[in-house]
């Protein structure tokens, strides 16, 4: 039995999703990070803690997510993780290709870690490998299964493309043997390497699946695996147009920050300068106008203006030039949450 909610912005619980270097030991065709962006420096634990202190007020309605590149190459992960649960976050994740460096399993506990939270892009090690790197998916599995034994929580995070969205189904009973407990479905975004293989795609196929592709195959593959027992979450995407748009970066507490220094509140502006918040000299300013922040305060027929800007192609229009559906936000969720019989 399964129960299906679309989970609300709330201002009052902060996402913070903090990005605390941008190197990584894989090359995936889809990765978001954009140095040129983003910079290409790994923070030291002096400036983490300091960062970390200024959101740390709201406690424990504050969630942590430690990213990267890949988070674990950072010589002080353990120490930052220690010191953001001093502070009182709420709930503290680590996201990893998982190679696990730095033997972080042994570093840090389960108290102090609520998820480790896996990146997986195919059922098959063929599939995900093609993706992610050779190696990558064997690597995956025996990080997974050696956190598990260690009594971590895990989640796992799938990107949906044209490349792997015949292999979704095939993930639940995977997630099953592995013993996963939220499944994370995410939508490609053209941001980072998938907007430039995008530009290049001429006779390639695109590496977005189309609207009928995604409502045809994820739902129903989300309220499958959910059966299992397992929280299975993934993007809303398309609005009917009678359904009210939201933007996440006016009605919620979402900060994507980056090593540069960048603060963004919506995550489809990060390939682009137009950040609302910096950090300089440890201190939170806001930054000059135009910035995202002026982009959410636009209506506009087809919902996210974001997504009009930077992927409009996923949105189409009647003959008389009005479009079909709304996109929503990219932060506005579907959850499924189910129980075993």
């Given at each position: ?7 609300a912005?709330s ?14 030991n894989?090359k ?23 960062w ?12 942590l ?7 674990t ?9 220690k ?14 290709n ?9 570093k840090?506990t ?15 090690r063929?599939t ?11 690597t ?29 189904e ?6 099953g ?8 479905i995410?939508?490609?975004g ?10 290049a ?14 409502l ?16 299975v979450?993934y ?19 979402n900060?994507f ?6 603060v963004?509140r ?14 300089r ?15 959410f ?19 189409s229009?009647s003959?008389q ?7 929503a ?13």
């Amino acid at each position: 039995m399964t129960q299906t909610r679309t989970v609300a912005f709330s201002k009052n619980s902060t996402n913070l999703f903090f990005h605390i270097l941008t190197t990584c030991n894989l090359k995936c065709g889809h990765c978001y990070i954009n140095p040129a962006q983003h910079g290409k420096n790994t923070l030291p634990l002096p400036v983490i803690k300091a960062w970390l202190e200024v959101f740390a007020p709201k406690g424990d309605s504050q969630n942590l997510i430690f990213l990267g590149g890949e988070p674990t190459l950072h010589p002080e992960l353990a120490a930052a993780v220690k010191h953001a649960r001093r502070l009182g976050f709420g709930s503290i994740t680590i996201d990893t290709n998982g190679y696990l460096f730095g033997d972080i399993l042994a570093k840090v506990t389960p108290a102090e870690i609520d998820y480790f939270s896996f990146s997986l892009d195919g059922a098959t090690r063929e599939t995900n490998d093609r993706i992610r790197g050779d190696g990558s998916y064997d690597t995956c599995l025996d990080g997974i299964r050696r956190t598990v034994e260690r009594g971590f929580k895990t989640s796992l995070i799938y990107t949906v493309s044209s490349a792997n969205i015949h292999e979704l189904e095939m993930m639940s009973p995977l997630l099953g043997r592995l013993g996963i407990d939220r499944f994370f479905i995410q939508v490609i975004g053209l941001r980072g390497k998938s907007a430039v293989a995008n530009d290049a795609a001429d006779s390639r196929q695109p590496l977005q699946v189309s609207r009928a592709q995604w409502l045809a195959t994820v739902p129903g593959v989300a309220e499958m695996i959910a059966q299992r027992g397992i929280r299975v979450t993934y993007p809303k995407v398309f609005l009917t147009p009678q359904e009210k748009f939201e933007c996440a970066g006016v009605v919620a507490d979402n900060y994507f920050v980056f090593p540069n220094g960048r603060v963004y509140r919506c995550p489809l502006c990060e390939d682009f300068p137009v950040h609302s918040l910096c950090f300089r000299e440890n201190q939170l300013l806001p930054t000059a106008k135009l910035n995202e922040m002026d982009f959410f305060q636009l209506d506009i027929p087809e919902g996210c203006v974001m997504n009009k800007l930077i992927q409009p192609q996923n949105i189409s229009y009647s003959e008389q030039g009005m479009p079909e559906y709304k996109i929503a936000c990219c932060l506005l969720k579907e959850e499924i949450e189910g129980k075993l019989k």
